[in-house]
């Protein structure tokens, strides 16, 4: 067995690693009820205690909406297990695979088995969600989970906890509390997967832990997420799009639209449109019920930090949506900005932004646009706003990015069947939809022998059938 000894792990993690991987090896892989049980299990328990989580995620925020909440966290659960029961029995089926002439009579099939003890590390940005889904998944899949939350969001994770120790057994499913110490221990555990969800700089630290054991990863990543809006699309229904995809949980969105490319001709159009969008969606401004607070000071003073930086460098600075009527200020509250002339010099266009921040750059051709991204680590989302046409091909032929939505921000993430995943900076992986259930399975390739077949007569001691067999196989 592996993992005897875990000497730089907290005792907790890598007790109930030890625990859970003991009672995977005694008793096996799950069958379908089981797996349906757990999910149905898991589903009870978020339902339940959906006021608690509401409650919890807003005082870590300082302030978010229980709509909002539900709409971006217990939807994204609720829909991802209902997801997994519809398709598990078609998930689990052995896959008949194709056998070689010469191996005829016999039969090869994969069978996805689960791996075992998933690790699971989730951020703060929907602490819910992005440790409930990979969870959900797990338990499809079969196998057992320890998950590290956010210290960022200490509610949260404390609701969690409790919601999940109530619903299973640390056998079966368990949670750990820390921070970065506690991460790094937890990430250096011999898991039979990690999944990470968080920065690309902490997922590098944990891919260098996981390696030493050999640990596969999923790593869900961020970055800067462009969206192209093509020339003449600037409109009604592209604005309330961006300004949901911005300004939902604040821009504390690993998939938000990081910032806007638009054609030069439509920058003023754009630039009153925003304003009124924003406004429409946020009647009572920034510090309105439905508008979510920065998590912490320190992001906070980031974001700060980013507009001086950005205005120091030339930039326009704009704040959007604000009404004089709401001046009353509510706790880490940073009111929707649009950017223009940033360069690459400023910070805002170097570092994912995170924030209810856009900056807008201008262009001429969809070429300059496929340019400007390609030099660029490739993003998690690209969103295209404009025609199916050949300018939207070309975008999406030569541009790599882990998603793209056309005319639609953040909703590709709610498309339970499509996988959900970066590449390169942003990721490596995915989950959602099959790839999900894949990624935590070891796909186990099986051979079984048949009564006869043509590899019977090449052993030794070779002979004229060898021979014979030989010049067949070479076609000779
Ligand atoms: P983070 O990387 O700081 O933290 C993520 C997790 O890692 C937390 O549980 C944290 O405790 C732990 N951690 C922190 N330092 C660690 C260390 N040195 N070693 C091991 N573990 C450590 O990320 P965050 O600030 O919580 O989240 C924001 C980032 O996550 C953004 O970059 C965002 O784009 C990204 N994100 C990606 C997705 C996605 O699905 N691709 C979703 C949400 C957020």
Redesign the pocket.
């Known amino acids: 067995m592996r993992g005897d000894s875990f000497p730089e792990a907290p005792s907790s993690g890598a007790d109930l690693l030890d625990r859970q991987r003991r009672a995977f090896l005694r008793d096996g892989a799950p069958d379908l009820r089981a797996r349906k049980a757990n999910l149905r299990r898991l589903r009870t328990a978020v339902l339940a205690h959906h006021a608690e989580i509401g409650e919890a995620v807003s005082a870590d925020f300082s302030h978010r909406s229980r709509h909002e909440t539900e709409i971006m966290e217990l939807v994204a659960v609720i829909q991802a297990i209902d997801y997994l029961s519809r398709n598990l029995r078609r998930f689990m089926k052995p896959e008949r695979r194709h056998v070689g002439i010469h191996y005829q009579s016999g039969r090869a099939y994969v069978a996805l088995q689960p791996k075992g003890v998933i690790g699971v590390?989730?951020?703060?940005?929907?602490p819910v969600s992005?440790t409930l889904v990979p969870l959900a998944t797990a338990l499809a899949a079969g196998n057992r989970a320890l998950l590290?939350?956010?210290?960022?969001t200490p509610r949260t994770s404390a609701v969690l906890k409790r919601l999940l120790e109530d619903a299973f057994t640390p056998e079966e499913v368990a949670v750990v509390l820390g921070?970065?110490e506690v991460?790094?221990a937890?990430?250096a555990l011999p898991f039979d997967h990690l999944l990470?969800?968080?920065?690309?700089p902490?997922?590098r630290?944990?891919m260098a832990a996981a390696s030493e054991n050999l640990v596969p990863v999923t790593l869900?990543?961020?970055?800067k997420s462009p969206a192209v809006i093509a020339r003449g699309h600037v409109n009604a229904r592209t604005l309330g799009s961006l300004v949901f995809g911005k300004l939902a949980n604040a821009g504390q969105t690993?998939v938000a639209p990081d910032y806007a490319l638009v054609h030069e001709d439509d920058l003023e159009t754009f630039v009153g449109g925003y304003d009124a969008a924003v406004a429409r969606a946020y009647p009572e401004g920034p510090t309105g019920a439905d508008y979510t607070s920065i998590v912490n000071e320190r992001h906070f003073e980031r974001l700060k930090g980013l507009l001086g930086d950005a205005r120091t460098k030339g930039a326009r600075v704009i704040e959007v949506g604000v009404h004089p009527e709401t001046a009353e200020t509510r706790s880490r509250t940073l009111a929707p900005a649009l950017v223009i002339g940033a360069g690459d010099d400023a910070g805002l266009m170097q570092e994912?932004i995170?924030g209810p921040i856009l900056p807008v750059r201008t262009y001429r051709t969809i070429d300059e646009v496929i340019a400007h991204v390609s030099d660029r680590p490739r993003p998690?989302a690209l969103y295209y706003f404009g025609d199916e046409d050949a300018g939207c091909a070309r975008m999406l032929g030569s541009t790599t990015s882990g998603n793209v939505g056309i005319n639609n921000t953040l909703m590709h993430v709610a498309q339970e069947d499509l996988p959900?995943?970066?590449v390169g900076a942003?990721?490596m992986g995915a989950y959602h939809g099959i790839e999900g259930f894949r990624a935590l399975s070891h796909a186990k390739g099986v051979f079984v022998q048949g009564r006869w077949n043509l590899t019977g007569l090449t052993r030794a001691p070779f002979g004229t059938s060898a021979a014979r067999v030989l010049n067949v196989v070479l076609r000779r």
């Not at 590390?121 to 929907?126: K, L």
């Not at 990470?196 to 690309?200: A, Q, R, V």
């Open positions: 590390m989730a951020p703060w940005n929907y992005l590290k939350p956010s210290e960022l921070g970065p991460g790094a937890f990430s990470f969800t968080g920065s690309t902490v997922g630290r944990v869900e990543l961020g970055g690993c994912e995170f998690l959900f995943g970066g942003s990721g």
